[in-house]
């Protein structure tokens, strides 16, 4: 095994920022890569992989995006709220219509006072798992941890297939019969967008594939504080990360700085991001990075050869270049996200006695008289009620109809739910899935209030954890080939 060094990023952030409008340019192209020794042609922005976007707190954001692909395409800037320009948001269909093959888009928005971790990703059939993805971090100046690391640093999990989007979702996903909605495989796992893949496996792989890929390599000097940004970019795969011999300070989630929480591994979703500090005052070695891909396909045997140990390399300066015969340690102290608490953040008794809404959120798969995999939907709420609906992109952006008419009908396919500015709303979800399931909800951050199966008992927390993108519990003890039937529910009350 062989490895390459990563390019660490070392930001420096003044003591005082001055907002500035940031302009990039974007190029969205197929490109050919190898980020696990297979080389196949990827949808990649500039010909990166994980391209970065990073801007400062208050500034305003000039994104021209020029499609070079033959399919049309739109981006999201996931976690960002759009204050003013949800036009911006990026989700086909919803907000925007996509941008045609050769067609050019202008994102404009500012980012207001929100800071920390999130990315940005094509929202259009899926195609963010052909690479089309990155980090986007803003930058505070204010900081409440600036003095406490030295170096800035962001990493990204993904999952990794072989064939694109159009074809899993076509010849995998979406098919005849598959009305329990199994998922497709990934090939092999990916760190900072570097990973291995077996190419013994198929001889098809062989002619376009090396195996032993260089693992990516984060190198640290001894003493020295780093801020690592990690985002779990998949397509599905929940990782369990930790890195050997070495505390983990958790600091921030989704844009949300968090009381101080020293663990040893976290869990973290798709979508979801986390900061943690971590002191480079161990031994001088190398020590193994690990993100383990969770098994929720539960098979027997995986014939694409796909490896859940998914690593990197954390290297201390001066060390020799050679593999880490590093142990991975005993899980002592996971992260919690539900009681995760914001740094200087409400409280139970901040929270209103009554609220303005109150909506019980419900999914799953099917009926299974269906003969695709059609998910549905339920909510029960105080103003309106939507029953076993199911969403259809309509012809136009439902944000376009709304503007042009506000008390227009919009059909159950489009499934709306109305709420007023500046009230509250408690949310339940419960979906029955047999699967721990991330929920995000665009232009929003949400308190977690509750968590658990079936009973719904408070969380004990200092301060509540306030984030975009939370794991809802499985749907547990069930039967029929899923589990699904007649199982205990998992919800988050938010």
């Given at each position: 095994?062989?490895f ?5 990023v ?17 190029n ?6 190898s ?6 042609p990827?949808?990649?922005a ?14 305003t954001?000039?994104?021209t ?6 399919v049309?395409?739109?981006l ?8 003013g ?13 996509p ?5 050019t ?14 990315w ?7 195609q963010?798992i ?8 803003i ?16 990493m ?19 098919i ?22 077996n ?23 001894p ?8 985002i ?10 930790s ?7 958790v600091i ?7 009381n ?11 979508a ?16 193994w990075?690990?993100?383990?891909m ?5 098979l ?24 880490p015969?590093?142990s991975?340690?005993t899980v ?10 914001e ?8 929270l ?23 998910a ?7 103003i309106e009620?939507v ?8 012809s ?19 499934n ?7 009230e509250?709303?408690?949310t339940s ?24 199966k ?12 306030r ?5 809802v519990?499985?749907?547990t ?12 529910q ?5």
């Open positions: 095994m062989h390459i060094t990563a390019l660490v070392i930001v420096a952030i003044a003591l005082h920022v001055c907002a500035e409008t940031r302009v990039f340019t974007l969205v192209a197929y490109t050919t890569v980020p696990d020794g297979f080389a196949q990827m949808m990649l500039n010909g990166e992989i994980d391209y970065p976007i990073v801007v400062n707190a208050g500034d954001v000039e994104i995006v020029n499609n070079h692909l033959n049309s395409t739109s999201h800037w996931h976690g960002l709220f759009q204050n320009t949800p036009w911006m948001d990026g989700a086909s269909m919803a907000t925007q219509c941008i045609k093959p050769g067609g888009f202008l994102y404009k928005f500012n980012v207001g006072k929100q800071t920390g971790t999130y940005w990703h094509a929202h259009h059939q899926s963010y052909n690479g089309l993805r990155g980090p986007f971090i930058n505070d100046p204010k900081d409440p941890y600036l003095s406490q690391y030295d170096y800035d640093v962001t990204t999990l993904t999952d990794f297939f072989h064939n694109g989007s159009a074809y899993l979702l076509s010849k995998v996903f979406y005849p019969n598959n009305t329990n909605a199994f998922e497709p495989l990934p090939d092999s796992g990916l760190i900072g967008g570097v990973g291995q893949y190419c013994s496996v198929s001889q098809a792989h062989n002619k376009n594939c090396v195996n032993n890929n260089p693992l990516k390599k984060y190198t640290v000097k003493g020295k504080r780093y801020r690592f940004r990690i779990n970019t998949a397509a599905q795969a929940r990782y369990l990360f890195i050997d011999g070495h505390n983990l300070t921030e989630s989704d844009g949300v700085y968090t101080p929480t020293v663990v040893n591994q976290i869990s973290i979703h798709t979801q991001r986390y900061s943690f500090i971590l002191t480079a005052n161990e031994t001088c070695s190398n020590y990075i690990r993100a383990e969770v098994d929720t396909w539960g027997a045997s995986y014939p694409n050869g796909l490896n859940f140990d998914v690593r990197a390399i954390l290297s201390y300066a001066g060390t020799p270049n050679e593999d015969t590093t991975a340690a002592t102290t996971a992260l919690n996200p539900y009681t995760l608490g740094l200087n953040g409400l409280t139970t008794d901040d209103p006695d009554n609220y303005n809404d109150t909506l019980y959120f419900q999914f799953q798969y099917g009926p299974p008289t269906y003969e695709y995999p059609i549905t939907i339920d909510i029960e709420g105080d009620s029953n076993n609906g199911t969403y259809i992109v309509p136009v952006p439902t944000l376009k109809t709304f503007l042009q008419d506000p008390n227009f009908n919009f059909s159950a396919t489009i709306p739910y109305y709420v007023n500015n500046e509250w709303a408690l979800v419960n979906p029955i899935d047999s699967m721990e399931h991330p929920f995000h909800l665009h232009g929003h951050s949400f308190y977690v209030l509750e968590a658990g079936l009973l719904h008992a408070p969380l004990t927390t200092a301060t509540l954890a984030r975009d993108t939370i794991q519990p499985a749907c003890g069930g039967k029929g080939s899923t589990g699904e039937t007649g199982c205990t998992g919800f988050v009350d938010m």
